[in-house]
């Protein structure tokens, strides 16, 4: 499996009300994911071959009295409500993984940093193994661009946990599209060439950068199209640009 | 009128942390509670057997809240005591003819408490009693509730994450609580010995609880949320 899309990130001002829903909205059901310091996710497993939607928001809200750029960030693209807030891509292997963060000139967040504080980690304290680029000042999803990450291993996968049983559930099987904001030629320049964007099933709309729509296959059931704001167009991308 | 334990309210900053810390150290398993509808807290659910659980609760919702003097006053006590806090203690009758009864020799009725799980319809039981002043809880006192027939689906019963070497709770052993025997006696109109409550003379309230598990007894000991104003 060549780069593809790993998963999006789901910014909620409430993630346990977004999470439910959502859930109601669609019949995705989701599990409740990890959490690191003042931040968590609940996960929404999307099907084959692996991805998810991760709602993510701020749990802590006395954390906020020691307010920083990306705490801000997230209060400000949720203040009205759900933004998709990033879009993470996937590599098989520690060399392509290499290969873009040598493109990108950056370090790679190593999947054996051994500090649990760096982590999310599972209720049960699991912490998956993960390793990503670029490392950045800021994240890159505040400029509306994916990041791309490598598992070791896959078996524990967060698009393969098992979901809170909800009525009506339906069972994805994968990402059929997601829409972007941009130009294809835009975000060839950031990964490094178009081959990389014909890989990803992309649908580009020119709007602001970032996601607007994923669109996820479903047994038995239409396509569900989830459609919400990018995080750009609460907060664009060129407060970020320095 | 069979009187039992049903829930002891564990009030904190961080409702992850503090039920990952608190599973850490006692071995015992937690779940997903959700969220209840009024006042934007999330909830922890940690069964602790014989019908009885631990709700572990934070605000989760930065906007909702933002405004501090609409916490909820355990938070904001567990927030001055930089600790999780014991809330309070909820006892449990059969019948709803018994919970009304009980709000009505204290002045006040019965309220509908309404949460929303991960999985499935909402959690809901009536609780009393609740007037327009101050929840009793705030004074150390405890409350009654009644889940008519919704026990099935008790907090107490259902599962908890998986997590590596987690004890299985037999119930509550013990309530340490502020005050004295003969203040709770005239609050329960029982005695408190039928709920093993033992008294440390403090401010009123809940200071510790023991359980027990197939491994040993557990002590879990908070500050008194009631005893922290």
Known sequence: MPLHIDHISLASPHIFRSADALSRETGLGYWTGEWLRESSVNIVPLGPPGNFIEISG?????????????????????????????????????????????HWKSEINRADNPDPAAHFQRANGYILPMASTPVTKRTVWMKGLPNVYYYPDRTHHSSGQPTHPIPNQVTPTGIKWV???????????????????????????????????????????????????????????????D | MAVMLDHIHLGCANVYATAFDLMKASRLG????????????????????????????????????ADASKHPWWYTRAIAAKSPVFGGLCLRVDTMEELNAIAKRHGGAARLNVRTPSDGPQVKFWEAPYSSGADPWQSGKPTWCCWENR????PSGQPVVNAPGLVTPNGVAWIEMGGTKAQMQT??????????????????????????????????RRPSAAGAS
């Open chain 1, 179 to 241: 829409e972007v904001g941009g130009t294809p030629q835009e975000l060839a320049d950031w990964l490094g060439g178009m081959q990389y964007v014909e890989m990803l099933p992309l649908k580009f709309n020119g709007r602001s950068l970032g996601v607007w729509a994923v669109c996820v296959g479903a047994e038995e059931h239409d396509d569900i199209v989830i459609r919400r704001p990018a995080a750009s167009d609460a907060v664009p991308v060129s407060k970020f640009t």
């Open chain 2, 151 to 154: 026990l099935y689906r008790h």
């Open chain 2, 30 to 65: 937690h779940y997903d509670g959700g969220f209840t509808s009024a006042i934007t807290v999330g909830q922890k659910t940690m069964p602790l057997g014989g019908g009885a659980y631990l709700e572990i609760e934070s605000l989760v919702d930065p906007f909702a809240t």
């Open chain 2, 187 to 220: 609050w329960l109109n029982q005695n408190p010995d039928d709920l093993q409550m033992k008294f440390n003379g403090k401010t009123p309230g809940v200071y510790a609880i023991g359980v027990r598990t197939d491994a040993g007894d557990i002590e879990i």
């Open chain 1, 58 to 102: 701020i749990i802590d809200i006395h954390a906020l009295r020691h307010m920083d750029e990306r705490k801000q960030w997230m209060l400000d693209i949720t203040a009205t409500g759900d933004h998709f807030n990033g879009l993470c891509l996937g590599v098989d292997t520690p060399e392509e993984l290499e290969m873009f963060a040598k």
